[in-house]
């Protein structure tokens, strides 16, 4: 079955592939049929997710995935949130020779200087819309969640976006020093995707 996947990010399809990998799905990332990406103009993940899912499966025909995620720091407020993959970009925070996942993490880590350990709480988020057909009423959608701290400062080199600087209390590491196996059974994204297996509509044997 050939699913489209509502992202042109490689790692993010790879990490995808990984977790569905043993079932008969063929996702295929929306940059293969020339799809641009969505205007993400909504107020929350759900909405965003639903925006790319259905933008993916009009212009293609098939049923499309979208996942929207990101990193919550109470100690921000919520922020990232919805604005994560861009939150250096918005603030115009660019030091010389870092790519976006780099300042992203920079600044996070620079705006939380000076907050004592018990502060530091955060949480990934992921919600993943599936779209059956261009207007369906009913989309699915299922969401996880991963708690865990923001570090002092990065480590590791698995995974990408937050993923230095995120500590995973149950194996007292950043999310970065995960291997991939151990990362996709556990995290947000994990999570979710769990759900929608749990609840697909459609005959995965196809």
Excluded at 39 to 57: C, P, Q, T, W, Y
Excluded at 194 to 206: D, G, I
Aim: a negative charge; aromatic letters at 6%; one cysteine or more.
């Amino acid at each position: 079955m050939k699913v489209v996947l509502a992202s042109g990010n490689r790692k993010k399809l790879a990490e995808l592939q990984l977790i569905l990998g043993h079932l008969a799905i063929e996702l295929v990332p929306q940059t293969t049929f020339g799809i641009p990406e969505a205007v993400e103009d909504g107020l929350s993940f759900v909405e965003n997710a639903i925006i790319k899912a259905r933008h993916a499966a009009r212009l293609t025909g098939l049923p499309a995935i979208a996942d929207d995620s990101g990193l919550e720091v109470d100690a921000l407020n919520g922020a990232p949130g919805i604005y994560s993959a861009r939150y250096s970009v918005m603030h115009e925070y660019a030091p010389p020779g870092m790519d976006v996942d780099s300042a992203n993490n920079a600044l996070v880590l620079e705006r939380m200087q000076g907050v004592e350990e018990s502060g530091r709480t955060a949480r990934f988020q992921c919600v993943i819309a599936l779209m059956r057909y261009p207007e369906d009423p009913m989309p699915l959608i299922c969401q996880g969640t991963w708690e865990g701290r923001i570090l002092l400062q990065a480590c590791g080199t698995n995974g990408f976006g937050y993923d230095p600087i995120f500590h995973v209390p149950s194996h007292n590491c950043a999310s970065a020093q995960l291997p991939p196996e151990v990362k996709n059974s556990i995290s947000h994204r994990a999570l979710a995707l769990q759900q929608l297996l749990a609840r697909w509509p459609f005959t995965l044997q196809e």
